[in-house]
């Protein structure tokens, strides 16, 4: 009799219905969406704040390098000697005071002093400093007699059209998109499997510390119930995540809406548009519709569907497999150990050494490993892999679940009628022979 | 076919550990079979081989004249003696899931659990999660979840545990009507007054070896040392008592009584019979009480074991 339908709904309706899941699946996007609102809100204000910055130039060659802009201020102090120029400047609650001595061009450089009440943030003091270089090297150049405007009409920029030997063309912000799909898709796929893969650990030590396990046993099979489990949490798990993209962009929407904050001040948004700004915007955006289109769009997507399933379901049997190895969820560290690094150094070639180099030695070797293959091919995939490497890395994958859904369902039968003793690697091993 | 269920020569071994060793039984239909041994003797791996739960080394069962297959589970009701409900599940949807995968639709299994929880007055209890009951009240529930798919065999591994004298009552008539039904009972239990009382047949398995099998009665008669159980009253206990141990072999005997100088033990020597006492303990002395020493479940049970 095939149970399987009737398991995997009574473990997704569990899941869905448990009290602690569903304040999960709605306070965390508010959570979140919380967060970020205050993260953008607290940097509007602190981009609003206007800074203050007195000047005293007593070489008169340096103040037109300071205009004032919507953040900081320059306020000259000319004509004060140094101590009136510091009173002066903090009884202003001016945020410091530049001082320049009365030197010749050559000496000055050194000389230059900021003084502040609060030791001065990082990249104000290195904007002053190019600010400052800038200048005294315009002057320098002046003094030797070249001509300023002809070197600003030799300033060149160059932007390398990319296109590889089929003739696609790429770009940089191409590139930044594929980064962002990989690193996207990797990143979701590590989430998935620790979340919902403790969740099924705990579910199968629920099972066995509440002494139901052997009356549904004597009923299915242990590897329907286990199959059962994975597939019942990972549907409450996709369900779960369905709910907070849609609610996260909802409050977003309703968050800039209504309080008017610019939800789109983030890091990543604004790299995005440093890499499109970078260079000419317009004929760069139409690069990158055509970008968008170029992308292998099928491919990712079957890709993604079957490396995700396949690379979440060797991990959640393993997770299977350690729950009904143990008693309690503070015996599972021993076991969980090596899965957490197996995850955690997929993780890291993906995101450093794939996302850096996808074509290098080393992401294509952890590309093949079936224990990290899902993440670092996920991120591979958008920099174009070949479909015979896609499909043998896959083959590996399912071979290896196959494999381990094996082992893993042998320690399970075994492992879910043992209570009391806590077992060891070489208990896990005499029990495949049993 | 008189068994309903046969077990031929299993065996099993856990790593280096030997839970069975050749051990076979055969069940009559319709009977109530005890399956007795001390704890670790393998009983419970029998009943698991039996549920299809663990596979033998060697061996077969066979289940109403054909070899056990996966679809005979719903033919089968098996209560372990590691039983427990999901604790955060609604009390109906988890009778109704459990009865489900023994094979009962929907519909079906709705009816039956009103039934069952009218018979047992429990019909509040179908909304309340699992954890808000008591021990004994959710042993109800998993006997009823046992019982609910009328299967033909009935294994039941120490299902008085948790329940109160009433309640265990109720569970052993339950269980007797079942058998009045025409299922098959198997039992394993440490409680031998419920042996008494339940079971026709009985197998002892210590250290992984089957050491008795028999008729319940049958091997009470084989365990029968023809001796009797007397109390006397006589003006002189002393010689009365000289006077019998000279023709029989005495002991003393222990029992309540409210008037007897003399309670006995004596066993009849080879071609003496009961009458033979009764005639010369009449002539002797005045008879308050005459019974056999019937050998008790218990009593076969820690002799088998410790000949062993």
């Known amino acids: 009799m095939n149970h399987l339908?009737?398991?995997?709904?009574r473990e997704y309706l569990a899941k869905v219905k448990n009290k602690s899941f569903i304040l999960m699946t709605f306070l965390s996007p508010l959570f979140i969406v919380a967060l970020l609102s205050l993260i953008a809100y607290l940097t509007s204000v602190n981009n609003e704040k206007v800074r203050t910055i007195s000047v005293l130039d007593e070489s008169g060659i340096l103040s037109?390098?300071?205009i004032s802009s919507d953040q900081i201020l320059y306020e000259s102090l000319n004509g004060m000697d140094l101590e009136d120029a510091k009173t002066t400047s903090n009884s202003n609650k001016a945020y410091g005071l530049l001082h320049v001595p009365d030197l010749a061009l050559e000496d000055v450089s050194e000389k230059i002093k900021f003084y502040s009440k609060e030791s001065p943030s990082l990249s104000l003091i290195s904007s002053l400093e190019s600010k400052i270089e800038k200048r005294i090297g315009e002057l320098k150049l002046k003094k030797m007699g070249v001509d300023l405007s002809k070197i600003s009409a030799s300033k060149t920029y160059v932007n390398i059209n990319q296109e590889d030997f089929e003739g696609v063309k790429t770009s940089k912000a191409g590139s930044f998109l594929k980064l962002i799909f990989g690193a996207a898709a990797g990143y979701l796929l590590f989430m998935f499997i620790i979340i919902y893969g403790n969740l099924i650990m705990r579910s199968v030590i629920?099972?066995?510390?509440s002494r139901i396990i052997e009356v549904i046993i004597s009923s299915v099979k242990p590897i329907q119930l286990m199959l059962g489990k994975i597939f019942g949490t990972s549907l409450a798990g996709i369900t779960q995540f369905a709910i907070w993209v849609i609610l996260i962009a909802i409050l977003s929407f309703a968050a800039s809406n209504f309080f008017g904050i610019d939800l789109s001040a983030n890091p990543q948004q604004e790299m995005m548009t440093a890499a499109v700004s970078d260079v000419n915007a317009n004929s760069e955006l139409q690069a990158l519709i055509a970008e968008l289109h170029s992308l292998p769009l099928i491919n990712l997507i079957v890709a993604f569907v079957l490396f995700f399933v396949g690379g979440y379901l060797l991990y959640s049997s393993l997770y299977a497999a350690i729950g009904a190895a143990v008693d309690n969820e503070t015996d599972t560290q021993q076991f969980l150990m090596p899965v957490v690094i197996l995850l955690v150094v997929g993780f890291y070639v993906g995101f450093f050494t794939a996302l850096e180099d996808?074509?290098?030695?080393?992401?294509?070797?952890?590309?093949?490993?079936?224990?990290?293959?899902?993440?670092?091919?996920?991120?591979?995939?958008?920099?174009?892999?070949?479909?015979?490497?896609?499909?043998?890395?896959?083959?590996?994958?399912?071979?290896?679940?196959?494999?381990?859904?094996w082992i893993a369902a042998k320690i399970y039968r075994v492992g879910i009628l043992m209570h009391g003793k806590k077992p060891s690697y070489k208990d896990l091993i005499k029990w495949l022979k049993y | 076919m008189n068994n309903i269920l046969e077990a031929k020569n299993i065996s099993k071994k856990f790593g280096e550990f030997q839970a069975l060793s050749d051990v076979s039984i055969q069940i009559k239909k319709h009977s109530?079979?005890?399956?007795?041994?001390?704890?670790?003797?393998?009983?419970?791996?029998?009943?698991?081989?039996?549920?299809?739960?663990?596979?033998?080394?060697?061996?077969?069962?066979?289940?109403?004249?054909?070899?056990?297959?996966?679809?005979?589970?719903?033919?089968?009701?098996?209560?372990?003696?590691?039983?427990?409900?999901?604790?955060?599940?609604?009390?109906?949807?988890?009778a109704l899931y459990l009865a489900q995968l023994k094979g009962l639709s929907y519909g079906e299994a709705k009816k039956r659990l009103n039934y069952w929880f009218d018979k047992f007055e429990i019909g509040d209890w179908w909304g309340k999660k699992v954890q808000e009951l008591s021990k004994g009240m959710a042993q109800k529930i998993q006997f009823i979840v046992t019982v609910l798919h009328q299967p033909k065999l009935l294994i039941f591994d120490e299902p008085f545990s948790g329940f109160d004298p009433i309640n265990a009552n109720l569970i052993k008539d339950q269980i007797l009507q079942l058998r009045a039904e025409g299922a098959t009972v198997i039992f394993s239990?440490?409680?031998?007054?419920?042996?008494e009382e339940l079971c026709d047949h009985i197998a002892l398995i210590h250290q992984s070896k089957k050491i008795l099998d028999g008729n319940l009665n049958d091997i009470k008669r084989n365990h029968k040392t023809n001796t009797f159980e007397v109390g006397l009253s006589s003006t002189n206990s002393a010689h009365l008592k000289r006077q019998i141990s000279s023709r029989f072999d005495v002991s003393l005997a222990d029992f309540k009584s409210l008037e007897d100088d003399l309670k006995l033990n004596i066993q009849l020597g080879a071609g003496d019979t009961p009458n033979d006492l009764l005639a010369f303990l009449n002539t002797n002395a005045q008879i308050n009480h005459f019974v056999e020493v019937i050998p008790t479940a218990n009593d076969i049970f820690i002799q088998t074991v410790k000949n062993n």
């Open chain 1, 5 to 9: 339908p009737l398991i995997i709904k």
């Open chain 1, 64 to 66: 037109e390098a300071f």
């Open chain 1, 206 to 209: 629920e099972e066995k510390s």
């Open chain 1, 358 to 405: 996808p074509h290098g030695t080393i992401s294509v070797v952890f590309s093949y490993i079936p224990f990290t293959s899902p993440i670092v091919m996920l991120i591979r995939i958008p920099f174009g892999v070949p479909i015979w490497e896609q499909i043998l890395s896959l083959s590996v994958l399912i071979f290896s679940f196959l494999v381990t859904v």
């Open chain 2, 32 to 94: 109530i079979f005890g399956l007795l041994g001390p704890n670790g003797a393998g009983k419970t791996t029998l009943l698991r081989i039996i549920n299809q739960i663990t596979m033998p080394d060697n061996g077969q069962v066979i289940l109403d004249g054909k070899p056990l297959s996966p679809d005979d589970i719903r033919y089968i009701g098996y209560l372990p003696e590691e039983r427990g409900l999901y604790k955060s599940m609604k009390v109906g949807e988890q």
């Open chain 2, 189 to 195: 239990t440490h409680r031998m007054e419920s042996v």
